[in-house]
């Protein structure tokens, strides 16, 4: 079955940088966009950044571009966001989601992992 | 950017009554854009709906989506215990972007 494993999350001082991977198995990972969604701590979710199944495109939220970095291998079946410059506000849960067909939704989620940035 | 608006943010139900969510969008949808999840406590979101009608896998069909244009509704014909939680929608937008409405929690009367 289709699975997303988040991993490398934890606590970071503000200003630092973390890097997030999701590894994929039971699905054709090269073939499908993938995503990073975010929620803060008893808060709604919100989209993070996108990137096409072949890695030509990405996409960011306002909120973090230029300090977020989505990338993928997919010789790993793995995706990764690269955190640099982290701020309190950018304390979440992190989940990675499956692009579904068309790319206008999300049909799979991993369990997310978590990221806290604090002094 | 297109703001969706769900609403009410809390319903109070008991198990076997009728639940319709609704969500408003700042600007008209196309309603392939338009999709709802659910969430559980502890858990990821689950995709119910796409295409503001179309039930995911597996997705039991007392959940229906419909609407159009700026109004979209998710109806749960009879509710059962495991369907408590909190529901969001979410819309796919000019400028590569997805958003989700500030969501529903759907929560035992």
């Known amino acids: 079955q289709v699975q997303l494993v988040e991993s490398g999350g934890g606590v970071v001082q503000p200003g630092r940088s973390l890097r997030l991977s999701c590894a994929a198995s039971?699905?054709?990972?090269?073939?499908?966009?993938m995503h990073w969604v975010r929620q803060a701590p008893g808060k709604g979710l919100e989209w993070v950044a996108v990137?096409?199944?072949?890695?030509?495109?990405?996409y960011y939220a306002d909120s973090v571009k230029g300090r977020f970095t989505i990338s993928r291998d997919n010789s790993k079946d793995t995706l990764y966001l690269q955190m640099n410059s982290l701020r309190a506000e950018d304390t979440a849960m992190y989940y990675c989601?499956?692009?579904?067909?068309?790319?206008?939704?999300?049909?799979?989620w991993g369990q997310g992992t978590l990221v806290t940035v604090s002094s | 950017e297109i703001v969706l608006t769900q609403s009410p943010g809390t319903l109070s139900l008991s198990p076997g009554e009728r639940a319709t969510l609704s969500c408003r969008a700042s600007q008209s949808v196309s309603s392939t854009y338009l999709a709802w999840y659910q969430q559980k406590p502890g858990q990821a979101p689950r995709l119910l709906i796409s295409?503001?009608?179309s039930r995911a896998t597996g997705i039991p069909d007392r959940f229906s989506g419909s609407g159009s244009g700026t109004d979209f509704t998710l109806t749960i014909s009879r509710l059962e215990p495991e369907d408590f939680g909190v529901y969001y929608c979410q819309q796919y937008g000019t400028s590569v972007t997805w958003t989700f409405g500030q969501g529903t929690k759907v929560e035992i009367k």
């Open positions: 990137i096409w199944y072949d890695g030509s495109n990405t």
């Open positions: 039971g699905l054709s990972f090269s073939s499908y966009g």
């Open positions: 989601a499956r692009g579904g067909s068309g790319g206008y939704f999300f049909d799979f």
């Open positions: 295409g503001a009608s």
